[in-house]
């Protein structure tokens, strides 16, 4: 069976009309999501998000992220549409632990969009799409490791990606295929550049996520999924091997008299 087009006629003459199309405000009560974090995407027009006595006005392009627990309410504007997007707290971790607005750049919508739409239709993508919205929102408000960066452009390019999402697991030759070049020739600029290999480096880049999120207050269950371990106990073994301590006990710093 063909599927019916629309007459392209018809269309020309309908856009040639002035339909003032209007989207009425919208005021939503006070709510919290003690489970949820929440990230609300202004893809139009501005929305004021009142928070206890804090209020924010958000605009086209900026993303305001409420922690878990965080109660609030939304005057959404005349014209307006705003995407409320939710990362579970015990699913994956964050160092978000405050009520941040962040700008995005159109090449990053993309990301969001697909976020949404695997959290409101059946297509679900195999990539986890929450870990990679939050690189976005998280390395606007982080400063950069102290960690060994490769400069050849290939090598670069991997670290960079790495950097964006620790959890990334493909392989060195995975990632040679993406760069186009040879795993032994990125192997070669890890440890020329960096004086690491790709594999040290990945779990240094890793280790160093962690402990971010950790003393952010995340579970060792969601920080073992946002960097890349299959469970927990994995984890951990890493993580004392690379501190000297279990990931409880990092994320427990010592009381002080």
């Avoid at 960097?227 to 927990?232: A, F, Q, R, S």
Wanted: proline content about 7%; aromatic content about 6%; charged content about 25%.
């Amino acid at each position: 069976m063909t599927p019916r087009r629309s007459d392209a006629r018809s269309s020309a003459h309908l856009s040639s009309l002035d339909f003032p199309l209007r989207i009425p405000g919208v005021d939503i009560p006070e709510r919290v999501h003690h489970d949820e974090h929440m990230a609300l995407w202004q893809i139009r027009g501005s929305t004021l998000v009142r928070c206890g006595e804090t209020s924010v006005e958000i605009s086209e392009g900026e993303v305001i992220w409420l922690p878990a627990g965080t109660r609030h309410s939304l005057e959404v504007r005349a014209n307006s549409v705003l995407f409320p997007l939710s990362i579970s707290v015990d699913e994956i971790a964050t160092v978000l632990t405050a009520i941040t607005v962040v700008p995005i750049r159109n090449d990053e919508k993309i990301y969001f969009l697909a976020l949404h739409q695997s959290q409101s239709t059946v297509i679900q993508p195999s990539a986890n799409i929450q870990r990679q919205v939050l690189s976005i929102l998280e390395r606007r408000v982080l400063a950069p490791d102290d960690l060994p960066l490769p400069t050849s452009p290939g090598a670069a390019a991997v670290a960079s990606a790495l950097l964006f999402n620790p959890g990334d697991d493909r392989r060195i030759l995975d990632w040679a295929r993406e760069v186009r070049t040879s795993g032994r020739s990125l192997e070669r600029a890890f440890v020329a550049e960096t004086g690491l290999t790709f594999g040290q480096w990945r779990t240094r880049s890793r280790m160093h996520a962690a402990a971010r999120l950790l003393r952010a207050g995340s579970s060792v269950a969601s920080v073992t999924q946002r960097v890349g371990y299959e469970d927990p106990s994995g984890f951990a073994r890493a993580f004392r091997d690379f501190y000297g301590m279990s990931p409880t006990a990092y994320a427990t710093p010592p009381d002080r008299d």
